[in-house]
């Protein structure tokens, strides 16, 4: 967040809250604009900033499982959540 605050004061502060706000949606309605990256795992995008937040639903319980610059390349982005998910 520091690094949007030297772009601009109060960017960070915003970015946090729009994460927040995200996750919230997810754990409310985990399923409003997820995109599934496959059975387990879903993805959502934080606008207006360029990040996703991944996550996997079991039962009524929501893991936040990475989030990821969207700029990367697809393929990177699926290895990368999946680690972390056989991690758990």
């Known amino acids: 967040m520091a690094r949007y605050d030297e772009k601009s004061p109060g960017l960070g502060e915003r970015f946090k809250r729009t994460f927040y706000a995200t996750v919230d949606e997810i754990v409310f309605l ?27 639903v079991e039962n009524d319980v929501i893991f936040i499982l990475t989030v990821q610059y969207a700029g990367r390349k697809p393929a990177y982005l699926k290895t990368t959540v999946r680690e972390r998910r056989t991690r758990e």
């Not at 496959?38 to 360029?50: G, H, N, Q, S």
């Open 30 to 56: 985990p399923e409003k604009n997820a995109v599934k990256v496959d059975e387990a795992i879903r993805t959502r995008l934080m606008p207006p900033f360029p990040y996703l937040i991944f996550y996997a």
